[in-house]
Structures are given as structure tokens and as C-alpha cells.
């Protein structure tokens, strides 16, 4: 009855969250689009093994005194298909973690295609493997064999992938980064939780919950962070800006420069051309409506006015009819991160 019980609630909170998530999101929020598409192979999982569950309590049984090959091979299939989606669901985090870091769609997408493929084809291989010797090799150790190596290595996948994550986040702090509000460990310690309880005996398989509820903190925290965030762009908003200064002060990073970007009309349009050409070290902000101001470190004027040359070209190249005005400010060695705050908001375009 706890399995059961264990399973069905996790595919409700996968559910809530998914419904939730779609209900408030936004084109343009990859952030969220990761934690759902998490969400998404956490409920897959959960139904996956309810009906293995179903399968070898009802279905195995007719199935096997007509074909006994049949039976072996898709208990084998589900077997495999199982660990599969737990593999995406920590590949899938890492690209979250990776994403909520560094705002580089690109660098991620990338970056998901060969985690796929791997992961992809460790599955296949010892889906086939295990399947062939689950059917032909039955009375010998062979399947249990390549079972435990397909599990052990997907743990160490699933190992390097969490140390990759905190070494993504590890490495930012070296570096000009506003406060991400990544808490990892809102994930990792309910994964742990799990995991741990799976290997102490007669205590009942919490995993796939564990997975659950870590999406669901995740998701939580995701949400606390959207109050800083405009709902539209993605980009952080000006009631953020007062928060981020201060921050940068106190890691390190007192200094900075603004540039302010105003387009006449179809602003969206402004947004892909921010995105692709702003400094590895920047942020950028909405700031009203086509208004948007380029947050980064220290910089030499004659480099933000190439930045702004730049800009426009490229802007005009996507659209002739897109006119952009711009302003900049750099802060002075006396000012506080308030003053500046300030000075920033109070940008108007250049005449």
C-alpha cells in the first residue's frame, strides 16, 4: 500500500507543479522550461513504475505461461527505460544550473545535445544487453551481471553531472555574477534523503517522491526569484537594480557601467541583439516599456561607445526600421552603489 501511495503522490505533485508552471509561464523563461520539462520525466518516472508494478504483479504472470522470451524482454525494456528518465532528470538540472549561471542559451544547447547522446547511448546499449540476456540467458548470472553495471554506471553519470553543477556555480563566484538565487541544495539533499533511506532494509522507495520534491523546491524558489525578473522579457527588472549594486559591492565588484537603450518602437526586436552582443560579464535589465539598460564591470568609454556602435548596426541589420536611443554612465571612485542606483534610473538618451 506505501508504494502505492509513494507513487501516486508523486505523480500529483509532478502534476501541480506542471500545471502550475504552465499557468504562469512566459515565452523566453528557460529557467522554467527546464524545471518543468524536470517535472515532466519525475511524473514519467513515477507512471513508469506503477505500471512495472502492474506489469509483474498482473500482466507477467498470463504473458509468461504464453511466451516466456516476451515477458523477459519487456522486463527488461521497462527495467532500462526507468533509469533512462532518472539519467534525464539529473542531465536535465545540470542544464538548469548551467543556464541559471551564465544566461547562454547556445553554450547549453550544445552542451544538452552530447549529454543526450551519451546518455542516450549507454541506454541503448545496455537496454539491448540486458534484454538479449534476459531472454537467452536466463538461468546464468549474466543478467544480473549487466544490470548492476548499467546501474553503477549510471549513478557515476549521475555523480559527475551533480559535480559538475557545483562546480558551475563554485567557479561563478570567482567571477562578476549577480546573485543567481540557486540553492542546490534544495534539490541534492531530498535526492540524498532518498537514496539514502532506499539502502536501509524494509524502508519503503522514497526515490522518485525525492525527485518530486525536489523539482517542487526548485520550482519554489524559482517563483521567489520572479519578483526580481520581468515576466515577459526574462530579464532582470528595475526593482532589482538597487539589490544587484549592493551585492556587486560586497563580493568585490564596486565599481560598473550602464548603458541605457531605448527603442522608438518594436522593442522586443532589441532584445536577441542584447543578448548576443553584451559582455560575458553583464546583465541586463527591462526597465520600462522598450527600455533597457546594460548592467556591467568596470569599462573604458571609448569600449561602451563600440558597444553601442555595435549594437545599432547589428540592430539595423535584423530591421532598418528600428530606431535606437542610448545613454551611458559609468560610476565615479566616490559613489555609493545607491547614488549610482540612482543615477542609472535617471538615464536619458544622449541628444
Known sequence: MSFYI?????IMIAVLLLATGLAVRKSGNRELDRVLQITLFV???????????YYLSTLAGPLNSYSV???AFISAILSCAREFLTLLIIVFWNMFVDYSMYKSYDHVRKKLKKSLILVSLVSGIFTVLYATAQVYSPIFNLPVIIWNTFYILSLVIQVLYVINAIWIVWS???????????????FLIPI??????????????IRNLSYAVAAGLTFITLMK???YVDAVTG????????SMNEYMEKHGYPNGTGVYFKAKA????????LENLKPSDAEIFFIGENEYLLMSGPQKESVLKLLIKTVKLKAAAEDSSLEIDTAYAIREKEETAEDFTKRLLELTPAV
Open 225 to 227: 526569484r520572479g519578483r
Open 69 to 71: 522470451w516476451l515477458t
Open 43 to 53: 511524473g514519467l518516472l513515477s507512471g513508469l513504475t506503477l505500471f512495472f508494478e
Open 235 to 242: 530579464f532582470y527588472n528595475k526593482t532589482f537594480l538597487r
Open 192 to 205: 540524498a534523503v532518498g537514496y539514502t533511506l532506499y539502502l536501509i532494509p524494509g524502508v519503503p522507495d
Open 172 to 186: 561563478g563566484k570567482n567571477m562578476r555574477k549577480p546573485p543567481t538565487f540557486l540553492r542546490l541544495d534544495l
Open 266 to 273: 518594436n522593442g522586443a526586436k532589441l532584445i536577441p541583439v
Open 6 to 10: 509513494i507513487e501516486i503522490s508523486t
